[in-house]
């Protein structure tokens, strides 16, 4: 970045010159135009400097949210198998894990991901991943008819995509 | 913050000032010595601002990642909880409930909090707090001889201050 002190290598060439700014020649009229200019593109500097700063700390707000959220994210597919393997074991413990993972997927949700889990809607590549194809039968083309893997966020700020089974595109 | 382009209490002190730029008199030394004092001010502005905005962004940083990873404190909990009942339940699903709960906990000690779980130290005001006061019997005076709930930071960076049970300060 340029430095707007200008160096200090400038200083001692003579007694005169010492205690002038650095490009400052002996014509005011010179001196002027050049401290001018310094200003306008200090303030200019600092317009920029502030916009890149506004800039700045959006960008670490969402990528620190989405670095913590996908962090998080296998704990939920963990409570996801946990919830099926207790079907088999314990009601009341399948509930439990039940209640658990709403609780993780909730979590996402407040961070700002909601989940993706919709069946029976248009597949879009934006939020959908195909992991299979099936025949149509009686229900429209390209339609989700099933989720594999949850997926959370919105087409502009996606966390995951979901894994999704959909029907054919053609008879 | 302070205002680059100065103020202009210094402007209207007579009629031939009007025309002129606002802080820039006929006198070409004074409008020199004007033009100086806004620049060095730009530049000190400058200065602030970068640092105020290094500033503000780890703190952005480090509020985005403490806010995410408190709203999983309740996942954690609630799988402590889950891993404690699944015990008289199943081995198999304890065991699977106690992987993913390590598993919240790993999340969490990535996102700058490590788990605060250690028995047998001296308590810490700064990461513990008491739940309850036992009989020192043959040890030491306040330590930890029990956590109630789980903790995660460090002192300088805490998220949640582990509930202890500590031995009494006096015999």
Known sequence: MADPEGTDTDVDTDAGAASAPPVAPDDPDLRLADLEDRWRRAVADLDNLRKRAAREI?????????????????????LEDAVTYARGQSAGLAEGMQAIREQAVAALERLGYPRIDGVGVPFDPRI????????????????????ARLGFGTPDRLLRAAEVVVTSAEE
Do not use: I, K, W
Request: aromatic share 4%; glycine share 8%.
């Open 58 to 78: 959006e960008f670490v707000r969402d990528s620190e949210r989405a670095q913590a959220a996908s962090v998080f994210l296998p704990v939920v597919d963990g």
């Open 128 to 147: 959908h991943e195909v992991v299979s194809v099936v025949g149509r039968g009686d229900r429209p083309p390209r339609t989700v008819v099933d989720v």
